[in-house]
């Protein structure tokens, strides 16, 4: 009876032991994994890759025309796309979601543009000058992120457009991509990140699975835009810290601060600033307070000290292209003018 005390006594310590030893792990791997996917100092040496630097544009350039269209969302798909979106839209600037123009993915015509030699965003008609996701169906059907293939002809076709790079939590961002289907109709399709793994994104091997694979592929996009895109020319935002992200983006672009909230507080501010071409689309859509893929601008922002005129600026592809037709135009009055004149029949 004593030994069969002695060895209840004996497994009740060994059990506590175990216990005390996978707590330890769990907390090691905790603090481990905290470390490497929520760096909180993302000014350290080298920067984190899954935060947002503080004051990735200099203060001094803030709301000034310095920040120039087009306006260029290099992040990943759901991180906060379609609240940029909103932001803009709501201040009265044109702002394009995964569709650029009637029918056509952002993907595809960014695809097709440099294809034939043009600037990325030529061909994309109908569309900007904000680009808040860029990434989608490409030519042939595929999924294709030209803010991974194409970012250096990007950067180098439009050397002082702006351009942003989001963050959300590592853990939030991949039950986010795994969860989510665009045709809740089809239950058959695959998720947001089954797609990615199978479309031969540079960094992200065919066949990736697990948060380590695709946090790798993220931190690795995250420093090669570091490295491509000028300092005073990159917006990085946590669209998780609403207290910071609001205010940051108020002060760069002038615009009302409540623009950014407005996405889940306000709709009658987007409801106010739709127009064009989807205006009864819109009407429908915004009942829910989801917006639109594609709206045009107006003629006047909803700034932070109110209503403004809106600064004339133009991308230089779209200037080109303006200056080109008026050529055109010009060339066939000039031919008109100089054809020589039938002769005219006398009567008697």
């Known amino acids: 009876m004593i030994n069969a005390v002695k060895r209840r006594w004996q497994w009740f310590f060994s059990a506590i032991a175990a216990t005390s030893i996978l707590s330890s792990l769990r907390n090691s791997m905790s603090l481990a994994r905290s470390s490497f996917y929520d760096n909180n100092d993302p000014e350290s040496s080298p920067p984190s890759c899954f935060r947002a630097r503080e004051d990735s544009v200099p203060r001094l350039m803030r709301g000034t025309s310095y920040l120039n269209p087009p306006v260029i969302n290099l992040g990943m798909p759901k991180i906060g796309s379609t609240s940029l979106q909103h932001f803009f839209a709501c201040a009265g600037y044109g702002a394009s979601h995964w569709w650029c123009g009637r029918g056509t993915h952002c993907a595809r015509c960014i695809q097709d543009s440099v294809k034939h030699g043009l600037p990325p965003f030529q061909k994309c008609k109908g569309s900007g000058p904000m680009y808040s996701q860029i990434d989608g169906s490409g030519m042939g059907g595929k999924m294709y992120f030209p803010q991974v293939e194409l970012l250096d002809e990007i950067v180098r076709a439009y050397p002082n457009a702006t351009f942003f790079l989001t963050f959300r939590s590592m853990d939030g961002w991949y039950r986010s991509i795994s969860k989510w289907k665009p045709n809740k109709i089809n239950k058959n399709m695959k998720s947001l990140k089954d797609r990615m793994a199978g479309a031969n994104i540079t960094g992200l091997p065919v066949g990736s699975d697990g948060l380590e694979s695709f946090a790798d592929f993220f931190c690795n996009h995250v420093r090669r835009v570091r490295e491509v895109v000028p300092r005073d020319r990159l917006v990085e935002i946590d669209i998780e810290d609403q207290r910071r992200t609001g205010p940051l983006l108020s002060d760069i672009f002038d615009i009302d601060e409540e623009c950014w909230i407005q996405t889940n507080a306000n709709p009658k501010l987007l409801r106010n600033n ?23 601008g107006k003629a006047k922002i909803r700034g932070k000290g ?34 020589p004149q039938p002769p005219t029949s006398r009567t008697n």
């Open 306 to 339: 109110g209503v403004m005129r809106k600064n004339p600026t133009y991308d230089a592809s779209i200037e080109a292209s303006l200056l080109q037709k008026k050529q055109k135009q010009q060339n066939k009055y000039a031919a008109v003018e100089t054809a």
């Open 274 to 296: 739709a127009t064009g071409e989807n205006g009864d689309r819109l009407s429908e859509t915004l009942r829910t307070n989801v917006i639109s893929d594609t709206v045009r």
